[in-house]
């Protein structure tokens, strides 16, 4: 079992930056795939990015690449979204998920543990 809680939102302007962390609680999280969603008003969650539990491979939408770093450092059981140059399209609530097949892939079905959301809001 993996608890995870999102914490760093808030306002920002566009351009700005914010930093995004995760903290797990559960003994085995350091074997487990993490990652960002992000869920704007009226529209699905979508996929941000991913890490593998090594942190050796990560993998973006297409949409936050470039801006946005997806980190983790296990002896804190914590991750992090580094996002830099924020456009108001960011703005959504964010998640952390967690796996344990150790997959990056981006469908919301395949991730088991996922925490309560952060928002943050971009304003132009």
């Known amino acids: 079992q993996v608890q995870l809680v999102e914490s760093g939102g808030g306002l920002v302007q566009a351009g700005g930056s914010l930093r995004l962390s995760c903290a797990a609680s559960?003994?085995?999280?350091?074997?487990?795939?993490t990652g960002w969603f992000r869920q704007a008003p009226g529209k699905t969650r979508d996929f941000v990015a991913a890490?593998?539990?090594?942190?050796?491979?990560?993998y973006y939408a297409d949409s936050v690449k470039g801006r946005f770093t997806i980190a983790r450092d296990n002896a804190k059981n914590t991750v992090y979204l580094q996002m830099n140059s924020l456009e108001p399209e960011d703005t959504a609530v964010y998640y952390c998920a967690a796996r344990s097949d150790g997959g990056l892939g981006p469908a919301v079905v395949l991730w088991d543990y996922w925490g309560q959301g952060t928002r943050v809001t971009v304003s132009s």
């Open positions: 890490i593998t539990w090594t942190g050796g491979s990560t």
């Open positions: 559960g003994r085995t999280f350091s074997s487990y795939s």
